[in-house]
């Protein structure tokens, strides 16, 4: 089956502690996203990756960090920097970065303890 | 922030109803998505439009762009209980390669 995964389901973080959220994909796509949603509310961007070994900061970046040493991986770390991390995490990937159609996982949701 | 506005907010039908959703966007774009999310799951891509096309079609969804208006709709026919999702619309940005600008979305509930 090929598409995009996402673990853990439900990721619980303690006050200033560091959490991962794995992103996988094996569409063999150049270019992967990570985005937040909060309740009753579109999608806003955190990082997105065109290349392998190359990111950019998207609207939200602040309090967040990723690295994108596989093609196929792009993991997102939330930092105890990120003062309200309480969201719904979607990875997503596509093709190519030209605002072409995204393929998206099936979510994290990040609360706080 | 948010290109793509959404209206309205959340919309209520019955089965066999038609669903229109508009969308309206600020800046000029070279495309415009609709996706789907149901509850707690991650977006399906629905359908995209270029701005060199007026209507597009797939099954029993239908999308228009306006690009005088900087607007498109989605219309859902002959609704069923499956469609019963929040559908937002995306737009690319010709200044940012690789950037969508998703907006709030509309929450369609279908009662059978």
């Known amino acids: 089956d090929g598409g995009i995964t996402q673990s853990p389901k439900y990721l619980f973080r303690k006050e200033g502690q560091n959490v991962t959220l794995s992103c996988e994909q094996n569409?063999?796509?150049?270019?992967m996203y990570w985005y937040r949603q909060d309740p009753g509310q579109g999608l806003r961007l955190i990082y997105y990756s065109q290349i392998v070994n190359d990111f950019q900061k998207g609207d939200i970046a602040e309090g967040y960090s990723v690295s994108r040493e596989k093609k196929e991986s792009f993991p997102l770390t939330v930092t105890s920097a990120q003062k309200n991390p309480t969201a719904f995490y979607l990875c997503a990937s596509s093709s190519w970065a030209g605002g072409e159609t995204q393929y998206f996982g099936p979510g994290t949701r990040l609360l706080v303890l | 922030s948010q290109q793509g506005e959404e209206d309205p907010q959340a919309l209520s039908i019955q089965e066999g109803e038609n669903a229109t959703m508009n969308c309206s966007y600020k800046?000029?774009?070279?495309?415009l998505q609709w996706y789907r999310q149901n509850s707690g799951r991650g977006l399906v891509h629905l359908i995209l439009?270029?701005?060199?096309?007026r209507e597009k079609h797939s099954g029993r969804l239908r999308v228009t762009l306006d690009t005088s208006k900087k607007s498109s709709s989605l219309l859902i026919t002959a609704s069923r209980a499956a469609d019963t999702a929040s559908y937002f619309c995306a737009t690319d940005d010709p200044d940012s390669w690789g950037k969508l600008q998703f907006g709030a979305g509309t929450q369609v509930v279908v009662t059978p």
């Open positions: 439009i270029r701005s060199n096309e």
């Open positions: 800046t000029s774009i070279n495309n």
């Open positions: 569409l063999n796509h150049d270019a």
